[in-house]
């Protein structure tokens, strides 16, 4: 009885932290506090990626401050912002850690230009159903939606579409190619 | 009953010996008869495909080169995985009716059903008469003239093989059904979606939509008269109704975020769609008329792929919410959906067979996804496919085929398999890619 | 013997008269001779008791020389008369022992004779001139002979009576033979009524062996029988196993149920079989209600061109030359 009561009450505050990254995807836009809390609380759990996503995201949120200072210093940006495709493990939507700096670079940049629009487009690989695809490439492109507001881009600014398994990037039936159709591409406007 | 009749009998034997001895041998006849007659109980057959003879028909007139009639019932139920046709070489004799047959030389042959006919241009129309017998009980199960314009054979080979599936399984055949699919193919350098409807075997293709951009999900009206379809052309989701007759092309979802999965409802008035409006993917009912939505699930996973239960309590759907896809299913019974498949990872777009008995959707196993079923009373899972990248399941209005995506080499290919796990027929293949089949209901 | 006799009884009345008529001047005899007759004891001479003077032998007087004469012819008649009768005795009668003892007898009478012909003389010699002593004398020979005619008779009739006696004797010997003779024959008849007794006992028994022999057989081949019929209906029921089974199998080897069997449809078809196996006729008896379910149980049970069915005819008779097959499947 104690232990489950015990567990009900871990499952209630742990569904209301879902629940509340979840609908904090709505128009006010999310602090680095709740993007943080999201992480730490759901991270593995809501998008079923590695467990050790969410430990190593907070030494990369370290890196990424210093990181964001050093290339705010040097006004590199525009260089990475060449990369435009950010890659996903399968039936997630979990931002990998490598992606992060180069997104906050487009998150700058946007935050630095108002006038300019991006578009989100989120893909899968083949495997799976198409339907279902369609919602995780969503899914995928609203994760890289929120990772951009919260690091400065207006939400305005930003268009999300989901191909799903509709568009893919590499033709194969092999994990190369299905890891290159796993993604998130930005085009801007 | 024996007992009473022969205790006056043998008091009487003295005297009428022979009547005892009549009464003795009735009695004994009668309980024989009555009482202890045999009964052999037989609960499961051969598990075979029953052997049949089509027999080619006999022609006479000029009649268009590569739609023969006997050769379209014959692949269509061979199709069907539940008959295995005779192949006509190895036939000893080829009645074109009934009056020709030697039964003999079909029970030596192990057939069991006998189908033989003619068919006779007559001006623009053709006139075909058949015949199909019951080899072992030497008689006729069915008798038909039918007539047809001339290049409308291939509905009349359909219309035939209806007529035999029935009369051989006491179901109605689908072979007048069509198929809606969509085809990828590379056109002057960029993508070319066609949304295509067909004859069952893949036959008398017509393309209803061309897109540069994704077309997906094609769902069959109820009256069969419409389709409802996501297209990408305004470069993002939106679901269409397509009226077939007309080309009449109307919106029916176009909201921010996904506008995907629509299914009708068993009453054609309103549409199962997944939106995610609300930032997260959800299944609303779409009313036609009114364009009003309710919305069916709440749930911060992913909910979509939505299908109507066949008597239109409740629905079916593909869900997250433990943390990967499964299939949920939710009526008016219950307040919340239960989860109906456990056994494995990965488990999504469901489709009821029409008697609502089973679960069809796509199963992951062992790396592979393939087609599986679950019994919804004893939540038996069985998996009905071997090919390993296999989608979209759309199962036949009898409820006794399936056809679904799945990969051939480079190619991806719909296949039809026997809901039993039957025989798979591939269908002939449409120029590129071929997915996202849907079974339309039997029309009329 | 009463032959005998009854000439005996003449001879000596003819004797008798004879000498009565040849002596008619004799007196009668004495009543009181008849009454002496009844003693048979023989022979002492009563006269000798008081005997007369004895008469003087040398002197014989003529008239008893004639009478002597006389007598010694009648005697010597009458002897030869005796001796013809002896003859004829002995011819007649072939008993040599009773022709002896007459002999002898006719030996004694005669010594007997010649003594009282010798006191005769004497007493006529005593008494010569004595008309009446010889008158007494010829008397008392008389009476001498009549004694001696009389010892004689009663010497016959003693024999007669002891020839009566062992006449008698003989009888009763026989009559006890006889009865010895019943005695024994009636033990025999006894003795054999009982052992038919006992053997129409010992048959009786033996019949109730036999019978209880018979019974017990009797009930040993109904026990057999029995049991014999309890083993055909074991093996019967073997055979019905394992024949539905067969058959079983066959029919499942050649249905095809059709893709709208459903679990829970049921046919019920009625088999009537020849004793080749041979179908002879298939009706439906309980039908489905799905047609096609029904066809395909009526074309596999005609699919079968030769059912598997018992050798035994009374066991393909009793199960086999009709039964029914419920087609029920399970899926």
Request: charged share 30%.
């Amino acid at each position: 009885m104690n232990t489950m009561m015990k567990q009900s009450a871990f499952a209630l505050v742990l569904s209301l932290g879902l629940v509340a990254g979840c609908s904090t995807t709505g128009d006010e836009p999310m602090t680095d506090e709740e993007m943080s809390a999201v992480d730490q609380d759901g991270g593995a759990s809501v998008y079923g990626g590695d467990g050790d996503g969410g430990i190593s995201s907070d030494e990369l949120r370290d890196e990424q401050r210093r990181d964001q200072a050093e290339q705010g210093a040097s006004g590199d940006d525009a260089a990475m912002r060449r990369i435009t495709t950010f890659y996903f493990d399968f039936d997630t939507a979990q931002i990998k850690a490598e992606s992060r700096d180069v997104l906050a670079a487009h998150a700058r940049y946007l935050a630095n230009n108002p006038d300019v629009d991006v578009r989100l487009e989120g893909h899968t690989d083949e495997r799976g159903t198409k339907e279902y695809n369609l919602a995780l490439g969503e899914r995928r492109a609203n994760a890289v939606q929120r990772f951009l507001v919260v690091n400065g881009a207006d939400r305005g600014q930003i268009e999300t579409v989901s191909y799903g398994e509709e568009k893919p990037a590499a033709m194969g039936s092999n994990e190369s190619a299905w890891a290159q159709n796993r993604r998130v591409e930005l085009i801007f406007r | 009953m024996t007992a009473t009749n022969q205790a006056p009998a043998s008091g009487r034997t003295r005297q009428y010996g022979p009547v005892a001895l009549v009464l003795l041998v009735a009695a004994l006849m009668l309980a024989t008869t009555a009482n202890a007659e045999l009964m052999i109980r037989v609960t499961k057959g051969t598990g075979e495909a029953v052997p049949v003879a089509v027999v080619p028909f006999a022609e006479s007139g000029d009649l268009p080169a590569g739609d023969d009639i006997s050769t379209i019932v014959r692949n269509n139920l061979e199709m069907t995985g539940e008959f295995t046709p005779l192949s006509a070489e190895r036939m000893l004799s080829l009645p074109s009716s009934g009056d020709d047959v030697f039964f003999r030389d079909w029970r030596m042959l192990g057939q069991r059903y006998l189908l033989v006919g003619n068919v006779t241009r007559e001006g623009d129309r053709v006139r075909a008469r058949y015949e199909l017998f019951d080899v072992n009980s030497e008689q006729r199960m069915l008798g038909e003239t039918s007539t047809t314009s001339v290049n409308n054979l291939r509905t009349l080979a359909h219309h035939i093989s209806d007529k035999v599936y029935e009369a051989l399984t006491g179901e109605p055949g689908v072979f007048s059904t069509r198929l809606a699919y969509v085809t990828l193919d590379e056109h002057e350098g960029s993508p070319r979606y066609r949304l295509q409807i067909s004859d069952v075997d893949g036959r008398r293709a017509s393309v209803r939509l061309e897109s540069r951009e994704p077309i997906m999900s094609p769902a069959w009206s109820p009256d069969g008269k419409q389709l409802a379809y996501v297209s990408f052309e305004s470069g993002r989701p939106e679901i269409f109704v397509h009226e077939l007759a007309t080309g009449k092309r109307t919106v029916v979802a176009s909201y921010p975020g996904l506008n995907s999965a629509p299914d009708w409802s068993p009453d054609g008035r309103s549409l199962l769609v997944t939106l995610s409006r609300s930032g997260n993917a959800e299944i609303y009912r779409l009313d036609l008329d009114s364009r009003s939505l309710t919305r069916l699930t709440d749930h911060w996973g992913i909910d979509t792929e939505g299908e109507w239960h066949p008597d239109g309590d409740g629905l079916a759907f593909t869900s997250d919410r433990s943390g990967g896809p499964q299939i949920y299913i939710k009526d008016s019974e219950r307040a919340s959906p239960r989860r109906v498949t456990f056994g494995s990872r990965y488990n999504a777009r469901p489709r009821f067979s029409p008697d609502g008995e089973y679960i069809y959707y796509v199963h992951q196993r062992d790396s592979g996804f393939h087609i599986a079923r679950t019994e919804l009373d004893s939540g038996d899972e069985q998996v009905l496919t071997r090919t390993g990248s296999d989608e979209s399941p759309s199962i036949a209005p009898n409820g006794r085929m399936l056809i679904y995506a799945t990969r051939q080499g480079n190619d991806n290919v719909l296949t039809v398999i026997s809901t039993n796990g039957g025989a798979a027929y591939t269908l002939p293949a449409a120029n590129g890619d071929v997915r996202d089949p849907a079974w339309s209901p039997v029309l009329r | 013997m009463l032959l005998s006799l009854v000439l005996h009884g003449v001879i000596v009345v003819i004797t008798l008269m004879s000498w009565q008529w040849i002596t008619p001047l004799e007196e009668p005899p004495e009543p009181s001779i008849s009454a002496r007759l009844v003693s048979p004891e023989a022979v002492p001479p009563e006269e000798t008791t008081a005997p007369p003077p004895q008469p003087e032998p040398d002197e014989p007087a003529p008239v008893e020389e004639e009478q002597r004469e006389q007598q010694e012819e009648e005697q010597r008649r009458l002897e030869q008369e005796q001796e013809r009768q002896r003859r004829e005795e002995a011819e007649r009668e072939e008993q040599e022992r009773l022709e002896q003892q007459r002999r002898e007898q006719q030996a004694a009478a005669e010594e007997r004779e010649r003594q009282a012909r010798e006191e005769e003389a004497a007493r006529e010699r005593a008494e010569a001139e004595a008309e009446e002593r010889a008158r007494r004398q010829a008397e008392e020979e008389r009476k001498a002979r009549e004694e001696a005619e009389r010892k004689a008779e009663e010497e016959r009739q003693r024999q007669e009576q002891q020839r009566r006696e062992e006449e008698e004797r003989r009888r009763q010997e026989e009559e006890r033979q006889r009865q010895e003779e019943e005695r024994r024959r009636q033990e025999e008849a006894e003795r054999q009524r009982q052992e038919r007794a006992r053997q129409q006992r010992e048959q009786q028994l033996e019949q109730m062996a036999r019978e209880a022999e018979e019974a017990r057989l009797a009930e040993q081949r109904r026990r057999e029988q029995a049991a014999a019929a309890r083993a055909r209906e074991t093996e019967m029921q073997n055979e019905r196993a394992r024949y539905v089974s067969l058959i079983g199998q066959a029919i499942e080897n050649q249905w095809y149920p059709p893709s709208s069997a459903r679990e829970g449809m049921s046919v019920v078809l009625r088999l009537t079989l020849l004793p080749n196996g041979e179908l002879q006729s298939v009706d439906v008896v309980e039908s489905s209600g799905n047609r096609a379910f029904d066809n395909s149980a009526v074309s596999a049970a005609r699919a079968i061109r030769e059912y598997p069915v018992p050798d035994s005819r009374d066991t393909f008779e009793r199960y086999f030359r009709q039964f029914t097959i419920q087609f029920e499947p399970e899926i």
